[in-house]
């Protein structure tokens, strides 16, 4: 198939983080002391974490045991769950362990991220550190640390350096998310390692997850019960194996830890490493919305590496035209359509007139190597001259990406970079990894690290969650990880309902490169899947609201030039920005409809977007600021039901307080401009 697809000294270690919420009732006892939890709460003291030393019955096992959990105002949102690493060739570290001490310390500081959805990020938690050690014989130390945001609670193992356990490997962990309601999940089960993460997020109780499952994170958890939603996700993936989540035989409600393992490594060995070395954060957030969760999505970046680079100047985020989706198509033009140089700067012509940072050229510029198993990124073919095409789009003030195969830039990675710094290109689009083993993980660093010596960007497909590492190297502007629209090129998986879905699911943990703008837009019973000159699923208006709705720093401008000129709603795609500055969830349930706002400087663009049900939102506008504003509405036509490229555009003068009605057709949606009048 075809895809695109501060414990100071450990702060830069990585992490494995699972985010806890609201700590159970602690016992009148020093913390630390057996069967005593270690408790620490989230500043504004909704959620809290607790760690514990306990000897519980069946069907937990047998002997005193580390255990944490998690409530959130005073509701149990986890029960007691295990804890522990499982070493390969060595007893496991779990049990028959004593405290040596804990440390709490609160941090309260703020950062800017230029490059996401959030641009001044709260960075606020209080911290514990419980120090372990084995109470027999070999005496091996194990630190588990806790952090308790308002946004959600994270933890993480690390093993100190020490002569007892210089050398490890890690077989497993024993890490558990013991739910402590009935539950269903939005899950992604894909039932292995080697894939491109890409998939619907099926709603699934967590009793039917079977201890061989292999589900994908995130994983949006409900609680109808508890009314409590929770998600899980991890930060901070450096060095280390991807985590899944399999059930766990004779507990209701309960996941366990499944970590990805390299190709050619044995099945119990994914994690080879040395001490000191700290896992990735397990993160949990919990709540009864999720739409929060989206507004908070930057806690997996709180939790992950500070910038690495001197310089982000250099960085641009934007819109790229495209030429795969539409397969680099174009009609009424003096030149064979294709994969070639004509192609190529008709689709910079096409961008430059209308304000686009990018051109980005897709698979087959290359010839194959001799061995005929790759292609030569070393070499561009004939009828398409690259440096000539990246020339020509410099100027005309749009900037080349180039799309190059894994394992082709793995052989030649410090001489394609050179060469195409060398040419002027912009940056790389790498794909078709579709791992997350540890071998893997350190592949996506070195990429990230040695593009930005090149000043060159990256966007990763068939690729894994995002847990992270663009905070460190923001010059990985997007990735894919995510089913997106160019499934509609074969398949009716693309539907509203998924598009709505996905918000609340994938883009929890960072930008998702969905590739929206699909300019021939269908009714359900109309869509028609096929290869040249793509249909979408829904209305033309849903397609716009994904700009401002899809989380992305780099975003496609999916079909080809002739689609969008003259059309309705290109002056959306046109004015859109792609970073910004704030955003809000003003609406919104997993799989029926998102309402979104987020603002750029003074201005606020809104997305809405609705399954195959037809709604009407009363869109308040309390978010603005003082005095007038002029909302630019791009709304379902009258008859966007039938014809799902009708598409109605009006202007209004506004302010706080106002309302805004909208009615999104079935597979509907609407977009808004609200500019300040001076």
Known sequence: ?????????????????????????????????SGAPMSVSSPDGSLAISLSLASKPQPYLPGERLYYRVTFKGTAVLADSPLGLDLHGAPPLDHDLEVLGVEKRSVDSTWENAFGAQRLVPDKYNELVA????????????????RAYDEGVAFRYVLPEQEAL???????????????????????????????????????????????SLVNLPLLVEMPGAKLWAALLEADLTDYAGMYVGGVAGVDNALTTRLSVPPRRPFD???????????????????????????????????????????????????????????????????????????????????????????????????????GRLEDILRYRPEVDVPAIVAYGKSKGVATLLWVEWQALDRHMDEAMALYEKWGAAGIKVDYMNRDDQDMVNYYE??????????????????????????????????????????????????????????????????MDFTPGAMRNAAR????????????????????????????????????????????????????????????????????????????????????????????????????????YEARVFTDGPDAATEATSLAIEKKRVMAGDKLDLRLAPGGGAAVILTPIR
């Not at 890490?175 to 992604?188: N, Q, R, S, W």
């Open 166 to 212: 210089a050398e490890f490997t890690i077989a497993s962990e024993a890490t558990g998310f013991y739910f402590a309601h009935d539950a269903e999940a939005f899950a992604l089960n894909l039932g292995r390692w080697d894939t491109s993460n890409e998939g619907e997020y099926a709603r699934t109780p967590l009793g039917d997850i079977k201890p061989a």
């Open 446 to 511: 070195k990429v990230v690290r040695k593009a930005a010596g090149h000043r060159l960007t990256v966007d990763f497909h068939g690729a894994y969650k995002p847990t992270g590492l663009r905070r460190a190297y923001p010059n990985l502007l997007t990735r894919e990880g995510v089913m997106g629209l160019e499934y509609s090129k074969w398949s009716d998986r693309i539907t509203p309902e998924y598009d709505v879905t996905i918000p609340f699911t994938r883009m929890l943990c960072g930008p």
């Open 269 to 371: 060995q994914p994690v080879i490493g040395k001490t000191p070395k700290a896992t990735p954060w397990r993160v949990l957030m919990a709540g009864p919305d999720p739409a929060r969760f989206i507004e908070r999505s930057y806690l997996v970046l709180n939790l992950s590496a500070p910038c690495a680079l001197a310089d982000t100047s250099w960085i641009r985020p934007g819109k790229a035209a495209w030429d795969w989706w539409s397969g680099s198509y174009a009609t009424g033009v003096p030149f064979k359509p294709g994969m070639n140089t004509a192609t190529m700067k008709h689709y910079i012509d096409f961008a430059a007139r209308h304000g686009f940072e990018y051109m980005l050229v897709d698979a087959g510029w290359a010839p194959m190597s001799e061995d």
């Open 131 to 146: 120090r372990l050690r084995e109470k027999a014989a070999p005496g091996r130390r194990l630190d588990v640390v806790l």
């Open 1 to 33: 198939m075809r895809t695109r697809s501060g414990l100071t000294a450990l702060s830069a270690l990585p992490v494995l983080f699972a985010l806890l919420i609201l700590a159970g009732a602690c016992a009148p006892a020093k913390d630390g002391a």
């Open 525 to 628: 019973d109309r869509f028609v899947a096929r290869d040249i000159a793509p249909m979408s699923q829904g209305t033309r208006a849903h397609q716009l609201a994904m700009y401002v709705v899809y989380e992305s720093p780099l975003v496609m401008v999916s079909d080809y030039p002739e689609a969008y000129e003259g059309q309705p709603g290109l002056e959306f795609i046109e004015k859109v920005p792609t970073v910004w500055d704030e955003t809000r969830v003003l609406a919104g349930k997993p799989a029926d409809m998102i309402v979104l706002a987020r603002r750029k400087g003074e201005s606020w663009y809104v997305g809405a977007m609705t399954d195959w049900e037809a709604r009407e939102v009363a869109l308040g506008l309390d978010f603005l600021g003082v005095g007038d």
